[in-house]
């Protein structure tokens, strides 16, 4: 089993506890910066980076989502054969406008609504050559870039070694309260957190102006202490100082009762078992605000690991998602920002084709991808793996590497080098995914 990427990393937590809110920052130990360092550093690049320039948020999916239920043959005989409880059926699937042979399960009717409008390319069967069907080693591939367990940094975390700076943790935002293992980095900082308003803190019997005051005076003498002899003193010192730079940096974002001070201009769907609308909301918010965020990384809480009762879990958790994404997209073409931001939607592999006993699929190869934004090419990537051709194990074959994937948009989208980030890049196919 790999060890996942980003283990062992420096970390120095810039709040504990602090009323459900949690901010880290991975690699700052070894900076040596002080809090009003980074304050400015933030600063620095947020003027650097400009108004245009480019984001990609990475959406992991946990669990293998079942492809065959994303998008579907709906008219195959085939597939009502394979799956005589769980295929999708016409009278319910979305129309697929470059295929009439498929149809988006119901679920993803916010990725339909994308991919009708042009802004939303899809990956019918993306995956690797030799698949491991193991949850953590899968995962591990995608998240470091590589078929190699040893590796221990990201791909996008490689990529924010060689274009990011020293003073900047928010060019690689987890917003998952802890580090995402695609952002691993190996020098420069990146930043976990939840959501921008979930910044707080308690100071017993402390509130109101005298609250801020006492805040800001902490700040200002941690910044003054933070490389005293004492290391006691010093570590004390240096915690005040890194709770004044979020403090700072996330204000914006909250009123002095802790509710979000940003309203979107969409509608996001409502979901009591789930906070992932929010976040992409409060990212959306963060970019309106100009925070200096190249790499984003974000994980619903919906788990699509269902061997069993597939079509009690399925459904509910695909649709809060796709409809969030959908209304993300939406938020940031109101804002005028959509032309920077591209989303890159994963899971660690797709399901067997065939359903099990327990109305159920179990791990399979070849998966369901997808790039969305206003840019995003906008059309159908690779072919749709056929039923007729299954591999030894049953499972549908894949025709796109997500390593040349990878490499397209580190090319297209970063105007990158991708040979510097993919191990041996020059080996997988580009595609054309921007325009």
């Not at 004492?230 to 909250?254: K, N, T």
Request: with cysteine.
């Amino acid at each position: 089993m790999p060890i996942p990427a980003g283990t062992g990393l420096d970390r120095r937590r810039f709040l504990l506890g602090a009323a459900g809110g949690l901010v880290s920052v991975y690699g700052a130990g070894r900076l040596g910066l002080g809090g009003r360092a980074l304050s400015e550093g933030i600063a620095q690049a947020a003027t650097a980076q400009g108004p245009s320039s480019p984001i990609l948020v990475s959406i992991f999916l946990a669990g293998g989502i079942d492809a065959l239920s994303v998008l579907a043959p709906t008219q195959d005989p085939i597939y009502r054969k394979l799956r005589p409880t769980l295929a999708v059926s016409p009278a319910d699937g979305i129309p697929f406008a470059e295929d009439p042979r498929l149809s988006w399960g119901p679920a993803a009717a916010g990725f339909a609504q994308l991919h009708s409008a042009g802004k939303l390319t899809v990956f019918p069967g993306i995956g690797y050559r030799d698949p491991d069907m193991s949850h953590f080693t899968s995962r591990h591939y995608w998240e470091v870039g590589a078929a190699d367990t040893h590796v221990m940094t990201g791909w996008l975390g490689r990529y924010l070694d060689q274009v990011g700076t020293a003073s900047n943790p928010l060019q690689g935002l987890s917003m998952d309260g802890e580090m995402n293992p695609t952002l691993a980095t190996a020098v420069n900082p990146v930043a976990a957190i939840d959501l921008p308003e979930s910044f707080s803190l308690w100071l017993r019997d402390v509130w109101g102006d005298v609250f801020s005051l006492t805040l800001d005076a902490a700040s200002s003498m941690g910044d003054r202490h933070r490389r005293a002899p004492d290391p006691a003193i010093a570590q004390v010192a240096g915690a005040a100082s890194e709770v004044g730079v979020v403090r700072r940096a996330l204000a914006p974002f909250h009123n002095a009762d802790g509710k979000p001070t940003y309203t979107p201009p969409v509608t996001y769907p409502k979901d009591s078992k789930s906070d992932f609308p929010q976040r992409l909301a409060g990212l959306a918010a963060m970019i309106a605000a100009g925070l200096p965020l190249r790499c984003v990384a974000l994980t619903p809480e919906t788990q699509f690991d269902t061997h069993a009762t597939q079509s009690e879990t399925f459904g509910p958790g695909l649709t809060t998602i796709s409809q969030a994404i959908a209304a993300f997209q939406a938020d940031l073409e109101l804002r005028g920002l959509a032309d920077r931001v591209l989303v890159h939607v994963w899971s660690e592999f797709g399901r067997r084709a065939q359903e099990n006993g327990g109305h159920g699929t179990d791990h399979g190869a070849a998966g369901v991808g997808m790039l969305i934004g206003t840019r995003a090419s906008g059309t159908m990537v690779g072919e749709w793996p056929s039923l007729t051709s299954l591999d030894a194990n049953g499972n549908q074959k894949e025709n796109v590497d997500f390593r040349g994937v990878y490499a397209s948009l580190l090319e297209q989208w970063f105007d990158h080098d991708a040979a510097a980030v993919i191990p041996d890049a020059g080996r997988f196919a580009r595609y054309q995914l921007i325009r």
